[in-house]
Structures are given as C-alpha cells and as structure tokens.
C-alpha cells in the first residue's frame, strides 16, 4: 500500500478539527486517520482499547525499542502526548462552523484547534519526518481519549500497561503534554476529584407532602454542609501550596444539582455533583471520606432524612515533577524561561507520571480561550512549538540524550 501523502501542519490540522471528538462520541475515526497517516516502515502503530471498545488510546513508535530491564535515566528518547478528544460546541456565538477551520489571519479558528489538536498536528508531522531517519532512541506519540471528562483514558492505559507495553516497549523517560499554555514549560498541575451523591427521598402528590419525603430538601443541607467544608479546605496548606500563590488551597465548587421530576410532586431524588481541585501530594480517598461523612451528617440531621449513595466519578491525579528533571531544565534553557511555572487544571500528565515519566506541560495555545465559541490558536505559536519540539527530538532522540 502506498505511503499517506504529507500534510503541512495547518492542512494536517484542518484534518483533525473536522472530526467531531466530542467526548460523548467515539474517536476511533480520528485515531484510525492518524493511524494511517503514520502507517510507515519505521513506525509502529498500537491501538488500545477503551473496556467497552467505542475508543481507543493510539501509541506510536519511531525508532528503536527500549530494553525492557531499562529504568530511570537509562530510558532516553521523547514522548509527546495529547488528547484526541474535545468539549463540546455548543456554545451560543461560534461566528463559524466549530469542526472546520476557518482562516482569520493571524490565528485558526476552530473546536480543538487550541485544546490540543494544534499540538496533535505537529506532533503527528514531526513523527513522520522522524521516520525518514535514524534515531539513537524512540519517539514515542501517546494519543489519549476521554481527557475532557476525567482524564479516562491516560487512566485506562496507566492501570492496563503491562498489556500495553510489548506493543510499544518501555517509554522514554521525558514527557510533554501539549496542553495549551502559551507556549511555556509547566512543572505542576492540581488533581481533580469528582463526586455525586444521590439523595433518596418517597414521591408524593405535593398536596399530600406528609406522604412523601423531599430529596431536594435533604440536598439543600448537603449544599450547605458541602459549603462549610469548602471554606475548612480554604483555610488548610500543603506543602505544594505555595506553588500556587493564587489558590493555595485544595478548591472545592458545587457545581451541579438536578432533581425533581414535577413541580407538584414531592421529589423522591436528588443528585449533587461537587468537584475538588487537590493539591500536589494529596491524596483523593480522605478528600472523598469528608465529603461522603459532611454529606450523610447533613441529610440525617433533621426531617426530611433521605439516604445518601457517594459515588466518585473520576479522579485525575496532581503532577509535580521535580524542577531537575531533564526535560523541565532543557525545556527552560531553551525558552529562556527561569521561574517554575503551575497550573490549576488537571491534564493526563497526572496519571501517566505514575508510570515513571517525568512530565513537564508545553504546548501553544491558550487555556483562556479553550471550552469557548471561537476558540483560536495563534498561527505564530503553531511555529513556535515545531520548532521547539524539533530542538527536543534532536536532543533526546536523535542524539539519544536522558539527561
């Protein structure tokens, strides 16, 4: 079969923007066309399955395999990561079709094209260019799904590496997630903890209340009793807090309700959605027992009493890697950047530390104007990143560098 042909970066990103990756969906054409893309003799290509098969992660690997006995420093060469799904576009005020670039000038327009599929375009091309030559060590594309609604994805792919890993090998030891942030090195993030609870009252006809027991009035204490235990966290410091002057603190937000079925029945459920942005070094499971214990103190207190079911929906873990890590001071060096930069949301890179990568943030873009109508990425910071990106293939690949 003939090679795909070659696209620059803007067409390769037009490509992409125009698959419609919103998480509800599936990826797999997305990852397929990449896949095909990157069908070339010196690249191996693995596919790896979400559990019920509708999405996939998508690994490739250019140039020579690890020793599978390697660790640490021994492990030279690049990963490049990013996520291959997107939130969706339904936003009043898109002045153009979401999934199709649209050329204003200076800057692309388009679902994705900040959050990440910029990224994924360059990434993808300097794969391919990689290929036509020959590496002293891998570079290794790491596409994830379901980044967009609790980093599923790196999750699914960091508990099930042991089957993954002879499709590709042991991967290098340094990491960039080309999330977008304007073009500078990122050492730390905080985590993300998600959690409902469902309240269970007895419906009723509401002109008969004394037949029934009201989940949504049980929620409200809830609310409450969640309210008073954000401001506990809002006064407690870790220490990672000061890597994050702003919100030195573990930041909890209720952020939905739903309940109710009709304004003249006595509602029997109600459910309350509440996020917590956790801090490097904390762990989520204590986080999740104080809220599951202020939750069920709160809707027993007092009439209407309505059991309380917890259910943790997601957790993306912090990333803090340290300042020394090779990646992080190349990355540095070559920016001219010198002070240690954070930030507040939670990327894949949480995960995917866990399997022994030094992860640093790094792609163009801004996060400001991602989840937004007419979410833009600057045409000079796609040129900035490639040849960035180019600086550290040639670095940790092509000269096969750990250090």
């Known amino acids: 079969m003939a090679e795909p042909s070659p696209l620059d970066d803007g067409a390769l990103l037009s490509r992409l923007v125009a698959f419609d990756t919103t998480s509800r969906r599936s990826n797999?054409?997305?990852?397929?066309?990449?896949?095909?893309?990157?069908?070339?003799?010196?690249?191996?290509?693995?596919?790896?399955?979400?559990?019920?098969?509708?999405?996939?992660?998508?690994?490739?690997?250019?140039?020579?395999?690890?020793?599978?006995?390697?660790?640490?420093?021994?492990?030279?060469?690049?990963?490049?990561?990013?996520?291959?799904?997107?939130?969706?576009?339904?936003?009043?005020?898109?002045?153009?079709?979401?999934?199709?670039?649209?050329?204003?000038g200076d800057r692309w327009v388009a679902r994705g094209s900040a959050d990440m599929k910029g990224?994924?375009?360059?990434?993808?091309?300097?794969?391919?260019?990689?290929?036509?030559r020959q590496l002293a060590a891998p570079l290794v594309l790491l596409f994830t799904y379901d980044e967009e609604v609790g980093t599923l994805g790196a999750r699914h792919l960091v508990e099930s590496w042991g089957e993954v890993e002879p499709e590709v090998g042991p991967l290098p030891r340094a990491a960039v997630i080309g999330e977008p942030t304007?073009?500078?090195?990122?050492?730390?993030?905080?985590?993300?903890l998600k959690v409902r609870f469902d309240l269970t009252g007895r419906a009723a006809h509401s002109?008969?209340?004394?037949?029934?027991?009201?989940?949504?009035?049980?929620?409200?204490?809830?609310?409450?009793?969640?309210s008073a235990l954000r401001r506990e966290l809002e006064g407690e410091r870790v220490a990672s807090s000061d890597g994050f002057p702003e919100v030195p603190f573990a930041a909890l937000n209720v952020g939905v309700i739903e309940g109710g079925s009709?304004?003249?029945?006595?509602?029997?459920?109600c459910a309350v959605e509440v996020?917590?942005?956790?801090?490097?070094?904390?762990?989520?499971?204590?986080?999740?027992?104080?809220?599951?214990?202020?939750?069920?103190?709160?809707?027993?207190?007092?009439?209407?009493?309505?059991p309380v079911a917890t259910h943790v929906l997601s957790e993306s873990p912090p990333l803090a890697v340290p300042a020394a890590a090779p990646i992080h001071g190349h990355l540095q060096r070559a920016l001219g950047q010198g002070e240690e930069s954070g930030v507040a949301f939670a990327t894949d890179a949480g995960w995917l530390q866990s399997l022994g990568l030094d992860c640093v943030?790094?792609?163009?873009?801004?996060?400001?104007?991602?989840?937004?109508?007419?979410?833009?990425?600057?045409?000079?910071?796609?040129?900035?990143?490639?040849?960035?990106?180019?600086?550290l293939i040639d670095h940790f690949c092509d000269r096969g560098e750990a250090a």
Request: glycine content about 8%.
């Open 28 to 104: 797999l054409p997305l990852a397929e066309f990449v896949a095909d893309y990157l069908d070339l003799p010196a690249a191996r290509v693995a596919f790896h399955r979400s559990p019920d098969g509708t999405k996939a992660n998508l690994l490739v690997r250019v140039g020579p395999a690890l020793d599978a006995r390697a660790e640490g420093a021994a492990r030279p060469g690049l990963v490049l990561s990013g996520h291959m799904d997107v939130v969706p576009a339904e936003e009043a005020g898109w002045e153009s079709d979401p999934f199709e670039l649209t050329d204003r």
């Open 119 to 132: 990224f994924l375009a360059v990434a993808a091309n300097l794969a391919r260019e990689a290929a036509a």
């Open 275 to 306: 996020g917590v942005r956790l801090l490097p070094g904390m762990d989520g499971a204590p986080v999740a027992e104080r809220l599951r214990a202020a939750a069920e103190r709160a809707a027993d207190a007092e009439e209407p009493r309505a």
């Open 182 to 192: 304007e073009l500078k090195v990122v050492c730390r993030h905080k985590g993300h």
């Open 262 to 269: 009709a304004i003249n029945v006595v509602p029997e459920r």
């Open 207 to 226: 002109g008969y209340p004394h037949l029934g027991s009201n989940a949504i009035e049980a929620a409200g204490r809830v609310v409450v009793a969640l």
């Open 361 to 391: 943030l790094y792609g163009p873009g801004s996060i400001s104007v991602a989840h937004k109508p007419n979410e833009y990425l600057p045409k000079g910071d796609l040129v900035a990143a490639r040849r960035t990106l180019e600086g």
